[in-house]
């Protein structure tokens, strides 16, 4: 499994192509509180769900608050068989917020 850093995402995040997602896989009360521009909110109990429409990306980063649940997402959904996923496994919206870098809410 591929591990990024919230640094990391945020420097490809100024570029990232049109068939590139942002999964953000903390609660809703979490994510409406502040997320990234243009990413989609799905629990991390619920990915498994939405493994079809992830097939569709060229790559899925999956990132959190610290970590933790980027990196149980992420395996879930590699061994549904997806094969584009990108843990942000080292940090998370916790430090993205710390930052100081765009939220949307």
Same mark, same amino acid.
């Given at each position: 499994m591929?591990?990024?850093s919230i640094d990391e995402l945020h420097d490809e995040n100024e570029k990232m192509g049109e068939n590139i997602l942002i999964l953000d896989v903390r609660s809703p009360e979490e994510y409406s509180a502040g997320h990234i521009e243009g990413s989609q909110n799905t629990p991390h109990e619920e990915v498994s769900g939405i493994v079809e429409d992830l097939r569709n990306y060229d790559k899925v980063y999956v990132h959190c608050k610290m970590g933790g649940r980027a990196k149980i997402a992420s395996?879930? +959904?590699? @061994?549904?068989? +997806?094969? @584009?996923?990108?843990?942000?496994?080292k940090g998370g919206m916790e430090r993205w917020m710390q930052m100081g870098w765009p939220v949307q809410k």
């Open positions: 591929e591990i990024i395996e879930a +959904l590699i @061994n549904a068989g +997806l094969d @584009n996923i990108v843990c942000v496994g």
